[in-house]
């Protein structure tokens, strides 16, 4: 086949001479944002202002002729217009620092101790084992 990729080796994707060029997905900025649609207003306002039940809103989209969505879809949507328009804190940022160098440090200790339990003679520390998994 014209288009077939051939066997993508360890320093990156080779190609056959007939297929066509790679494209690399672009990666959206957190900086970029998308100014809201009259749907997604419309939406955070029957949810946050008015407090409105699902169905109530369903009812509203519908009533309006803004689509006839089904209540997964509206609260989904509404669920990623929050998480696109969330504010991060300077504290709520350090914690999240924290809260992750505390989950790797964990991380490799759990890597030695099931290194243990998959046979390893010796106890082998968790920082031991990170520094030897980036050589590797």
């Not at 994707?13 to 900025?29: A, F, Y």
């Not at 989209?61 to 504010?87: A, N």
């Amino acid at each position: 086949h014209p288009y077939k990729r051939s066997f993508q080796s360890e320093s990156g994707p080779s190609v056959t001479p007939h297929s066509p060029p790679l494209t690399k997905r672009r990666k959206s900025s957190p900086k970029q944002s998308t100014p809201l649609t009259d749907d997604d207003t419309l939406l955070l306002k029957l949810k946050d202002e008015e407090n409105l039940p699902w169905k109530i809103i369903q009812k509203r989209f519908l009533d309006m002729s803004r689509g006839e969505f089904k209540v997964p879809t509206l609260q989904m949507r509404y669920k990623r217009l929050k998480e696109k328009m969330r504010v991060w804190e300077a504290d709520d940022v350090g914690y999240l620092k924290e809260a992750k160098d505390a989950v790797t440090k964990e991380y490799w200790e759990m890597v030695s101790r099931k290194m243990l339990e998959l046979g390893c003679k010796k106890k082998i520390p968790g920082v031991a084992c990170e520094r030897k998994w980036r050589e590797l």
